[in-house]
């Protein structure tokens, strides 16, 4: 497949979050995954999509130069920057589209801890964003949802129809993120979503089909559960 665009597509990957819910006491970026450091993974997808020119990696300014090692030492080919992030995602995106070198014409935001998206999904949410300006990889709802108060009560149970899990990556024309980040930044808003920043503006997003194993690794149960999938993958019982 050949990706034809006026501007080249490149990736913001934002690996600077705390991971307190995972616990340990280590990133969860470099929890291994079957002996491979989880963001490797990651970074590999991205090395195999065809879509994806170059890579801005975004960490933890104290974790930037083991970040480097890590990816010297996986010979990842794509990251042509590390950067530190900032207090929030949103800021730490930001620090990543801000490296992003001249001639970029998408921008695809991508969590660094979902080792387990697969270069065609990348491929497919880029090329859907370059017909629409706006797509997310995401998932229809399969579990019942319940809304509940404070004290736990049920409120109401609200029809699965038409809900969707969204994940990422989330494909951008570049020049739409951008006003979109300056918009959210001026009414000092701060979203965990990209896709909820392109919503404010009132622009359309596209949902692109993706696969229920783009899991995030948040607890310590993800971690057995991502190793299965790989290990799915790899032929293994």
């Known amino acids: 497949m050949k990706f034809d665009t006026?501007?080249?597509c490149r990736a913001v990957i934002v690996a600077a979050g705390?991971?307190?819910?995972?616990?340990g006491g280590i990133s969860k970026q470099f929890l291994?995954?079957?002996?491979?450091?989880a963001i490797i993974w990651t970074l590999r997808a991205f090395d195999d999509a065809r879509s994806i020119e170059q890579v801005v990696l975004v960490c933890r300014a104290e974790?930037?130069?083991k970040m480097r090692d890590c990816v010297g030492r996986y010979e990842i080919r794509k990251v042509a920057a590390v950067v530190p992030g900032g207090n929030s995602r949103q800021e730490s995106v930001f620090a990543g589209v801000r490296a992003l070198p001249p001639g970029t014409g998408y921008v695809a935001v991508h969590d660094g801890a979902r080792p387990l998206v697969m270069p065609e999904e990348i491929d497919a949410c880029v090329r859907d964003a370059f017909r629409t300006g706006a797509s997310a990889l995401a998932v229809p709802l399969k579990n019942t949802v319940k809304r509940a108060d404070?004290?736990?009560?049920v409120c109401s149970t609200p029809s699965r129809d038409g809900l969707w899990t969204v994940q990422t990556p989330q494909t951008f024309e570049l020049s739409l993120?951008?006003?979109?980040?300056?918009?959210a930044q001026a009414?000092?808003?701060?979203?965990?979503d990209d896709c909820q920043l392109i919503e404010r503006l009132g622009a359309p997003v596209h949902l692109c089909r993706g696969s229920y194993e783009n899991l995030k690794l948040t607890t310590s149960e993800d971690l057995a559960l991502?190793?299965?999938i790989l290990q799915k993958r790899n032929g293994n019982p």
């Open 150 to 153: 404070s004290l736990g009560w």
């Open 177 to 183: 993120y951008r006003k979109a980040l300056a918009a």
């Open 226 to 228: 991502a190793e299965a």
């Open 32 to 37: 291994p995954l079957l002996g491979i450091p």
């Open 18 to 23: 705390r991971s307190s819910r995972m616990g």
């Open 6 to 8: 006026a501007g080249k």
């Open 63 to 65: 974790e930037s130069e």
């Open 187 to 192: 009414e000092e808003k701060d979203y965990t």
